[in-house]
């Protein structure tokens, strides 16, 4: 799949994941790289862009035996625009989906009947 169909959900699917629960950034990171091909590295861009437009917030949280991790979070407006986004992009999925599975050919019936 083209890394512009990619691009265009990527945000939509950290925003997806923190709505289940607070990630720090390797687990958003590996979490997406099972389910999407993505290259190293294109998580830690979403995120910071979306900590600079309010949707996320950031927090230290110390684990057993390693330095403390930066722990996101969805913030109030980040779980507006993720309803409000995930509404957007399933109805437009949606419309996709069923022209791609149309079998029927359009153009052909509106040739014949000119």
Known sequence: MGIQYKKGVLELCVLALLKKRDCYGYEISESLSRQIDIADGTVYPILRKLKADGLLTTYLQEESG????KYYSLTELGKETYEKDRNTYLQFAGAVKKMLEDDSDDETT?????
Do not use: E, M, Q, V
């Open 66 to 69: 390693g330095p403390p991790r």
């Open 110 to 114: 509106i040739y014949r009947n000119s």
